[in-house]
């Protein structure tokens, strides 16, 4: 099977304009089909701020009323998501920035949670990979951003790394699918406060061991077992670490990497 | 030659919520292949305005600071955008919502006035349909935003009459080319204060003989001259008429159309 990258940015590497053309350089570089899924960074609290439109967040996802949904469609998908695509076609990297709506390539619902309302939220229902299938074999680049829709026209703001995972499921009966999370840290840390104890690699049953014996980092575990989810799904590897350790987490050569066996 | 409508639409239609969902249903019900170029109204000025960059117009074009282009982007190429995108795909018209940035679609430089600067407003040097054209074969609706690029990293903002006419030319090789521009008026007025005097039909040589005597409303003008040199260059076909009157523009039942012949 083809190998296929599905490679997830967030705040720490878009906040930052000279981390995020650098990641962009080497991210040109790769020779794979690959699909880049980025966050929203700072930027949307920022402008909010600027807007007057106060924030909520809870458990690091954004309560999204109208004037929100409005400003991270405007932040996401329009001024981050059309930044990467410029200065990736600078890198002669062609890219084609896109929103889960476009193609219908994310259908999903506003979340129901009776405790609380999170708005404009979208829990994913399906992805349809026909339009990424179509660029991708074209020799196109994809460039993601997390807004999706409920197919009756309504916008939603959905979590990118849940976008990265559920594209990354729906690509694994086609293509040798490497998901690559690149976040503010080494990898999978034994030690929290020690950024040189990530591990290397990382199976179920050797998880299942690091997390009764309590070894794992407690906010790695929701990230984990979405990873093992997406594994037991298809996905054929699963990779954490740095940005600009990208072509190494490819290879393998930094980071964690988690495989199911 | 397969037919091909390139329509566009300007702000009177973007700014009003309920004609932008009549327009859209109108839209989708037309079974011809088709490409929609949007222009972005005056939700850019109203967001600017509460944000406090103050904006500056020069016959229609909107002088572009760096602050105005990240707000154009966002606004054009993020909020309208996939709003457009969103009710498209409710109706069922499989729509994938792009930029001129997006698969080097358009190519642009800052434009060179010495008279005056309009900072990060883009000319356009040359229009890449490959994208255009493989969505446009695997059965997509292309929704297109007026922000382009200078294939350097910087991106820029494009008047969206010129993309349509641009992009309209392009395709003209291979396609039977229909541009519509959905405007506020009923089609080329022979008197600008009755909008029932709009004609019908009109040819180069009325349209010289009309320009000579001074009867054709002077604002319509460079309007014109654009759409003569489009059908100079292979464009089959232009429209100019109202939004709600899309099914009766394109089979020549109401506006305005212009051949060359």
């Given at each position: 099977?083809d190998?296929?990258l599905?490679?997830?940015?967030?705040?720490?590497?878009?906040?930052?304009?000279?981390?995020?053309?650098?990641?962009?350089?080497?991210?040109?570089?790769?020779?794979?089909?690959?699909?880049?899924?980025?966050?929203?960074?700072?930027?949307?609290?920022?402008?909010?701020?600027?807007?007057?439109?106060?924030?909520q967040?809870?458990?690091?996802?954004?309560?999204?009323?109208?004037?929100?949904?409005?400003?991270?469609?405007m932040?996401?998908?329009?001024?981050?998501?059309?930044?990467?695509?410029?200065?990736?076609?600078a890198?002669?990297?062609?890219?084609?920035?896109?929103?889960?709506?476009?193609?219908?390539?994310?259908?999903?619902?506003?979340?129901?949670?009776?405790?609380?309302?999170?708005?404009?939220?979208?829990?994913?229902?399906?992805?349809?990979?026909?339009?990424?299938?179509?660029?991708?074999?074209?020799?196109?680049?994809?460039?993601?951003?997390?807004?999706t829709?409920?197919?009756?026209?309504?916008?939603?703001?959905?979590?990118?790394?849940?976008?990265?995972?559920?594209?990354?499921?729906?690509?694994?009966?086609d293509?040798?699918?490497?998901?690559?999370?690149?976040?503010?840290?080494?990898?999978?840390?034994?030690?929290?406060?020690?950024?040189?104890?990530?591990?290397?690699?990382?199976?179920?049953?050797?998880?299942?061991?690091?997390?009764?014996?309590?070894?794992?980092?407690?906010?790695?575990?929701?990230?984990?077992?979405?990873?093992?989810?997406?594994?037991?799904?298809?996905?054929?590897?699963?990779?954490?670490?740095?940005?600009?350790?990208?072509?190494?987490?490819?290879?393998?050569?930094?980071?964690?990497?988690?495989?199911?066996?």
């Open positions: 099977m190998k296929l599905i490679i997830k940015i967030g705040g720490n590497v878009i906040d930052d304009e000279e981390e995020l053309k650098k990641f962009i350089v080497k991210f040109s570089l790769l020779p794979q089909k690959k699909i880049l899924i980025h966050g929203g960074g700072k930027r949307a609290t920022k402008l909010a701020e600027k807007l007057n439109i106060p924030q967040m809870v458990e690091g996802r954004r309560i999204t009323d109208a004037e929100t949904l409005k400003l991270v469609t932040v996401y998908a329009g001024e981050i998501n059309k930044t990467i695509v410029a200065q990736l076609q890198n002669d990297c062609n890219a084609v920035g896109l929103s889960g709506t476009d193609g219908n390539i994310i259908a999903a619902h506003k979340r129901i949670n009776p405790a609380l309302d999170y708005g404009f939220v979208g829990d994913v229902d399906s992805v349809q990979i026909f339009l990424l299938q179509t660029l991708l074999v074209a020799g196109f680049t994809v460039v993601i951003a997390p807004i829709h409920n197919t009756k026209g309504q916008l939603l703001n959905t979590n990118a790394d849940t976008v990265a995972q559920e594209v990354a499921k729906a690509f694994s009966k293509y040798d699918v490497h998901l690559i999370y690149c976040f503010e840290k080494e990898g999978v840390l034994i030690d929290v406060n020690d950024n040189q104890s990530s591990i290397q690699h990382l199976n179920f049953s050797e998880y299942k061991r690091l997390k009764q014996e309590k070894i794992i980092y407690a906010g790695m575990i929701p990230k984990l077992e979405n990873a093992f989810k997406a594994l037991t799904a298809g996905v054929n590897k699963i990779s954490l670490g740095k940005a600009l350790q990208l072509e190494e987490l490819v290879l393998g050569n930094a980071g964690t990497t988690i495989t199911y066996e």
